[in-house]
Nanobody, 123 residues
Framework: QVHLAESGGGLVQSGRSLRLSCAAS????????MGWYRQAPGKQRELVAT???????NYADSVKGRFTISRDNAKNTVYLQMNSLKVADTAVYYC?????????????????WGQGTQVTVSS
């Protein structure tokens, strides 16, 4: 059906940048909202940023001015540019997508998650 593949995580020093990518594949008809969420050890998963198919964005207050979400609809891919990273940004980052896809002879809709990519920011 649909699979989300994330890439771009890693270990980086405080103040540096990373770019995450998430590509959706499968029998996709269209993708509505896409987004990034993160979960730090011992904490609940939280929203980082979302973007609609029309390009409207929404950010958590903690990342405003530092992170930028974007998407390439032709490639079914969403990106997260993370600048001025802080130790507090350390977490597993998950991609999310609201996808309409072909199932048999019909079009279905479901919410999908990627497997997560680790981002570690050192001081």
């Amino acid at each position: 059906q649909v699979h989300l593949a994330e890439s771009g995580g890693g270990l980086v020093q405080s103040g540096r940048s990373l770019r995450l990518s998430c590509a959706a594949s499968g029998t996709i008809v269209s993708i509505d909202a896409m987004g990034w969420y993160r979960q730090a050890p011992g904490k609940q998963r939280e929203l980082v940023a979302t973007i609609t198919d029309g390009g409207t964005t929404n950010y958590a207050d903690s990342v405003k001015g530092r992170f930028t979400i974007s998407r390439d609809n032709a490639k079914n891919t969403v990106y997260l540019q993370m600048n001025s990273l802080k130790v507090a940004d350390t977490a597993v980052y998950y991609c999310n997508a609201d996808v309409r896809f072909v199932r048999g002879t019909t079009v279905s809709r479901n919410d999908y998650w990627g497997q997560g990519t680790q981002v570690t920011v050192s001081s």
